[in-house]
C-alpha cells in the first residue's frame, strides 16, 4: 500500500549527467564520479520511490552521490519501465508540513478512487517479485564490476526494499529515509548499519512505529543503527522536498549530507565504523 503523501512533492532542479545502462535484469541509471576521479572498488545504489526513474528527482540525486562519494552510483529500474504512478500525476502537498487540516469528505473519496486504479499496478511490485530482481542486480553488478562493497540508500518504496536487503550479505550499509512501514520481523533482522531518515509526520512509519523499531534495535549491541526525525517535515521530503519551505530545505539538506556521511564509511573508509558490516 501507498500513503497519500507517497504521490506527492516537486521535483528537484537540475539535469542530470549519468547515463541509463543496460543490464541483464533491466534498466539501471549510473552517475558516475567526476573526470579525473579515481575508480572506486566499490559502489552505491540508490532505490527510488514510486515514480522511479521517471521522475528526474532520484537521477539528480545519484549524481550528487558520486560527484560527494566519488564512486559509482545506480539507479535500478525497478518497474521495467512502468511505474505505479507516473510524472505527471505527481501533486504538490497538500500540506507539506505537519498538521495538515482534516481532509474533506470529497478529498478521501478522491484518494480511495485513486487507489482502486492503482491498486492492481502495485500488486505487481510486491516483495516476492521485486527483491529477487533487485537481488540479481546487486549480484551481477558485483561480478560485472568487481565491486567489494556495496552501500545503499533507498526513499518511500525504496526505503522499504532498503530494510529488507539489510538482512541480506549483499549490501554492507543502508540508508532508509521514510519507508513504507518497519515490520519488526524485518527490523529484528537487521544485520547491516543502518541510517533512518524520518519525516515527523509520516502515515506508515508513525512516531509509535518508530520508537518500536528503535527499541528493537537498541535491544541489540549489533549492527549499529542511527535513527534520526526532521522536525516540520511530513512522508518524502528526502526525496520529493518543497524547497519553498525552510525546515523543509533543510530537513532535506541535512539528510542528504547524513546520507553521504554514513555510505562514506561504507564504501570510502572501510577501517571506520562500519568496516564489520
Not at 543496460?22 to 541509471?29: C, I, L, P, R, T
Not at 473519496?109 to 500488486?123: A, C
Not at 549489533?222 to 519553498?244: D, K, M, S
Request: hydrophobic residues 40%.
Amino acid at each position: 500500500m501507498i500513503c497519500e503523501d507517497c504521490t506527492k512533492g516537486f521535483e528537484l532542479d537540475g539535469e542530470p549527467t549519468g547515463a541509463l545502462q543496460g543490464v541483464e535484469y533491466g534498466n539501471a541509471y549510473l552517475a558516475s564520479p567526476a573526470d579525473g576521479a579515481t575508480r572506486s572498488k566499490n559502489a552505491v545504489v540508490l532505490f527510488t520511490d514510486i515514480f522511479g526513474l521517471a521522475l528526474n528527482n532520484p537521477k539528480v540525486l545519484a549524481d550528487q552521490f558520486a560527484k560527494a562519494l566519488r564512486v559509482d552510483v545506480w539507479v535500478p529500474d525497478l518497474f521495467a519501465g512502468k511505474p505505479p504512478v507516473r510524472v505527471d500525476e505527481l501533486a504538490p502537498h497538500t500540506s507539506p508540513v505537519p498538521g495538515a487540516a482534516k481532509k474533506t469528505l470529497w478529498q478521501q473519496l478522491k484518494w480511495y478512487s485513486f487507489m482502486v486504479r492503482k491498486g492492481p499496478k502495485l500488486k505487481q511490485f510486491r516483495p516476492e517479485i521485486v527483491d529477487p530482481i533487485v537481488k540479481q542486480f546487486l549480484l551481477k553488478i558485483k561480478e560485472q564490476h568487481g565491486y567489494e562493497r556495496i552501500g545503499v540508500v533507498g526513499y518511500c518504496f525504496g526505503g522499504s526494499l532498503s530494510l529488507r536487503l539489510s538482512s541480506t550479505d549483499l549490501i554492507h550499509g543502508a540508508v532508509i529515509a521514510h519507508p513504507g512501514g518497519a515490520p519488526l520481523d524485518l527490523v529484528n533482522a537487521i544485520k547491516i548499519p543502518t541510517v533512518w531518515l524520518c519525516a515527523e509526520e509520516d502515515t506508515y512509519f508513525s512516531s509509535d512505529a518508530r520508537d518500536a523499531a528503535e527499541r528493537a534495535m537498541a535491544s541489540r549491541e549489533n549492527p549499529p543503527h542511527e535513527l534520526i526525525v526532521y522536525p516540520g517535515t511530513t512522508h518524502g521530503f528526502a526525496a520529493r522536498p518543497a524547497l519553498q519551505y525552510p525546515r523543509v530545505k533543510e530537513a532535506f539538506e541535512k539528510a542528504f549530507a547524513k546520507t553521504v556521511e554514513f555510505l562514506n564509511g561504507v564504501v570510502n573508509e572501510p577501517s571506520g565504523p562500519h568496516a564489520d558490516a
